[in-house]
């Protein structure tokens, strides 16, 4: 049964640092790999997507890579802002979850000013 | 482009009480639809997806059911509302089976 870790649950830096936030999935078969962003009362906001055939997926200054092999994708975020404090899931379509996301339970992201 | 949209946005019902939340797609045919639950300070639940009108697969049992009467449209509803059934609901569409699930902005319901 796929699951996805998030680590760490909750993290805090001070504003203009880059960071990286991780996600691992227990089964390598997946379609593709999705992060999205939540903040505090609001639907989910869809980040980057990565198909099982990416290394990785580039949006301004968000940049997630994926290596399926070893069950691992990590979202770089460059010279973070205030802005970027939410939320952030990712989430695997697993080959055997009938297309269904299997989630991460998340990483709270607090950039501070 | 493609919206979605969901109302009402937030909703406070007493228990027993029936319940009504709506989904709609704009921009798009025949679209996965997708109803997921987020209880307070924990992940998403799928309770209902939809490849199709009239084609409803339940996740979890519960007392709530989904329907599908129009392409774009998605329902969720409850005959008798439970403290338990408090949380935040929000619909996803995605265009194929693999491809991206975005999201609505989500109604949050409180049942007292």
């Known amino acids: 049964k796929q699951e996805v870790t998030q680590i760490p649950a909750a993290l805090s830096v001070p504003e203009g640092e880059n960071l990286v936030l991780n996600c691992s999935f227990t089964?390598?078969?997946?379609?593709?790999l999705q992060w999205f962003r939540q903040d505090p009362g609001k639907g989910l906001t869809s980040l980057l997507l990565?198909?099982?055939s990416q290394r990785e997926q580039t949006s301004g200054r968000l940049n997630a890579s994926l290596d399926k092999s070893s069950g691992r994708s990590t979202l770089y975020i460059a010279a973070s802002q205030p802005g970027d404090s939410a939320t952030y899931l990712c989430?695997?379509?697993?080959?055997?979850?009938?297309?269904?996301?299997?989630w991460g339970a998340g990483t709270k992201l607090i950039i501070k000013p | 482009s493609q919206t979605i949209h969901q109302w009402p946005a937030t909703l406070v019902q007493p228990v027993g009480s029936p319940l009504s939340l709506e989904c709609t797609v704009e921009?798009?045919?025949?679209?996965?639809l997708y109803w997921y639950r987020q209880a307070a300070g924990r992940g998403l639940q799928l309770l209902f997806y939809?490849?199709?009108?009239?084609?409803i697969s339940s996740e979890v049992p519960q007392n709530l059911s989904a329907s599908r009467p129009q392409d774009r449209q998605f329902i969720l509803s409850s005959k008798k509302l439970l403290l338990s059934d408090s949380g935040f609901y929000l619909c996803?569409?995605?265009?194929?089976?693999?491809?991206?699930?975005?999201f609505g902005p989500g109604t949050r319901l409180t049942v007292t």
């Open positions: 996803a569409w995605q265009s194929s089976g693999a491809s991206e699930q975005y």
């Open positions: 939809s490849v199709g009108i009239g084609q």
């Open positions: 089964d390598s078969a997946i379609y593709n």
């Open positions: 989430a695997v379509i697993g080959v055997d979850s009938n297309y269904q996301l299997i």
């Open positions: 921009g798009t045919s025949n679209p996965n």
């Open positions: 990565i198909q099982s």
